[in-house]
């Protein structure tokens, strides 16, 4: 019965992470059509564009969903090798946990977007080699 529960907790995580990423997604459009123009043209506005913060928000959501999904990976592979399964399982959850720490500084404006474009770009490096090495 364990197993059924973990199998169903971590497939609805995925599908969670999914939807959440397509809801920032659809954020994104809606940013670009709605609000970036007024951006480009003004500068930096001093309170940040809704669809563009609800996009920024969504990505603290996928990457904590995507935690158990990396458990779960890592559950399935470490018979076959051990060491390498907790590399990449420790490589992924440090690339979800610091994505999701970089947005919630980012989004309410803790962090300027020129640190969270460095600061976030490495931690998506992180969660590709997760997905590589997976």
Request: net charge neutral; hydrophobic share 55%; glycine share 8%.
């Amino acid at each position: 019965m364990k197993k059924l529960y973990e199998v169903t907790y971590v497939g609805w995580s995925a599908i969670l992470s999914g939807a959440i990423d397509l809801m920032g997604f659809v954020f994104l459009l809606l940013f670009f059509a709605l609000e970036a123009p007024r951006w480009i043209e003004s500068g930096e506005p001093n309170t940040p564009p809704l669809f563009g913060t609800l996009n920024d928000a969504s990505f603290i959501f996928v990457a904590l969903f995507m935690i158990p999904v990396a458990v779960a990976l890592n559950k399935m592979n470490q018979s076959q090798s051990p060491t390498f399964s907790l590399i990449s399982l420790v490589t992924g959850v440090t690339g979800m946990l610091a994505t999701a720490i970089i947005q919630a500084l980012y989004v309410p404006r803790l962090i300027q977007t020129a640190q969270q474009g460095v600061l976030l770009g490495t931690a998506l490096f992180l969660i590709g080699l997760w997905m590589i090495l997976v």
